[in-house]
């Protein structure tokens, strides 16, 4: 009994990590106690984890706890050390349900210190030591203890499996390699094994040379995010000091005129109450009399509905429509037509500046766009789709805008458009209401002889027939001819053939920043079609035109989201 108390006391005050007497014990907030120096050890090597655990139970503890020496348990060990009671014995290491035991131990199997490849064994120290003194023995290899040494006995010859089949990439015993791999690329699994390690070892030179480089870039990246975070910062309370201020104004203008519309409001209530009770008493006259003459249809006697026939039939005088003067309240649509040409004049000069604020805005991204490659599927250049509606200010008389202006077509007459600077006047073409800045993909489909998809500068000339009007015919527009059979890239006045397979539906990537615009033919798989290079000096306008003026071509920008 008192041998087992010993053994309890031993267990009791040792260290799992060293297995033997605490020395300068400490406790850590889960309850379990180690050598202070042993636990420092296992979490310096926890450290890049920034997460520590518990050896024993693994209970994670962020941030690093603090050490601090346990004096009460320091004590029972020194009286247990006065008492004879020394290091934990080598017998007493014994083998948990997580650890690899001896497979020569009888009862009780202590923890295994080496596992034998060729014996497919597992050993403690002591009897692992035939391995170090019987000389057969010293050639086999020896490896950290494994549970998984029966996996390297061949299933169905029960060999051990020395040879690796490339063919079939499994191991293999030699039985195997003169029946069911006979004839197959075969190496000794230590070969296999040397030339993988060499590729593994070229993986992680590869790998830690992309982990230097990224955290290079990320220690680059942080130095920017300082005066990136204060700039920023300024530039939006700026900007809502700005823009609080012009939205007061509007507020207060939308205020008055709210004021006019209530007090008209009234005085046309009251015309209009007046009205209304005049046709109420009308309606309920009218209800009576109906009602009365119903109940004399349910009548059976012939002779007295007959007798009150008359007098029931007889109706007042309707009111004199003529006399209601019900008029359209054109006062209050001159009203929102007003507002709403205030809001339209608005609205071209935000668009108009709001460009050039975007511009502004997307200079950020330069430090970046080196890292911003163009995609190369649809999928990648769909990110950054970008819905794109016609301006019908810009669309000459003979197109036809529909689908939420999002479609134009060649008519065979001239539309109803209201004049405006900003219509071209002798081409067949339309610019977007958008402007264009960053990173921007649409798609066009069209049908018909052909037609001009075009990006150009809003301040691209609207009026004649000059080549300063025309898309890709001036050094303000860029513009790709597509027809049937064949296409075309222009741009001032100089043409590129381009030789592909038709499409109808082509697709346009532009990365205003970058100065890139990629033509695509749109299909299964992505063709492209041409793109440029340049510096865009301004925000730029999607277009197209009818060069061919064939009447009923169309050209629609499709909705990609």
Known sequence: MAEKGDQLDRETFSCSICLDLLKDPVTIPCGHSYCMSCIKNFWDGEDQKK???????????????VLGK?????ALVEQL?????????????????????????????????????VCLASYCEKHLQPHYDVAPLKKHKLVEPSKTLQENICSHHDEVMKIFCRTDQQSICSFCSVEEHKGHDTVSAAAERTERQRELEASRQNIQQRIQDREKDVKLLQQEVGAISHSADKAVEDSEKIFTELISLIQKRSSDVKQQIRSQQETEMSRVKELQEKLQQEIT????????????????????????????????????????????????????????ELRDKLQDILTEKWTDISMRVTEVDVLLSNSKAEPKTRAGLLQYSYEITLDPNAARKWLLLSEGNRKATRMSKEQSYSSHPDRFTYWTQVLSRESLTGRCYWEVEWSGIGFYIAVAYKN?????????????????SWALDCKK????????????PVSVPQSSRVGVYLDHTAGILSFYSVS??????????????????????????????????????
């Open 460 to 476: 691209i000339s609207r009026v004649g027939q000059l080549d300063e009007c025309k898309f890709g015919h001036n050094d303000k």
């Open 70 to 74: 346990n004096t009460i348990l320091a």
């Open 51 to 65: 997460i520590h655990s518990c050896p024993q139970c693994r209970q994670t503890f962020t941030p690093r706890p």
């Open 285 to 340: 006259e009218l209800k009576r009399k109906d009602a009365e003459l119903k109940q004399l249809s349910y009548t059976e006697d012939h002779n007295q509905f007959l007798h009150n026939y008359p007098s029931l039939s007889q109706l007042s005088e309707p009111t004199d429509s003529s006399s209601i003067d019900i008029r359209p309240l054109r006062y209050f649509e001159d009203v929102t037509a007003a507002v709403s």
């Open 485 to 496: 059979n064949s296409y075309q890239f222009w741009f001032n006045n100089i043409s590129t």
């Open 524 to 561: 299964e798989t992505m063709t492209l079609l041409h793109r440029v290079q340049t510096t865009f000096t301004q925000p730029l306008h999607a277009g197209v035109w009818f060069h061919y003026s064939t009447v009923g071509e169309t050209a629609e920008f499709c909705k990609l989201k």
């Open 81 to 117: 050390k006065k008492t004879g009671l020394q290091s934990a014995p080598a017998d007493l290491c014994y083998a948990g349900p997580e650890d690899v035991a001896c497979d020569f131990c009888t009862g009780k199997k202590l923890k295994a210190f080496k596992s034998c490849q």
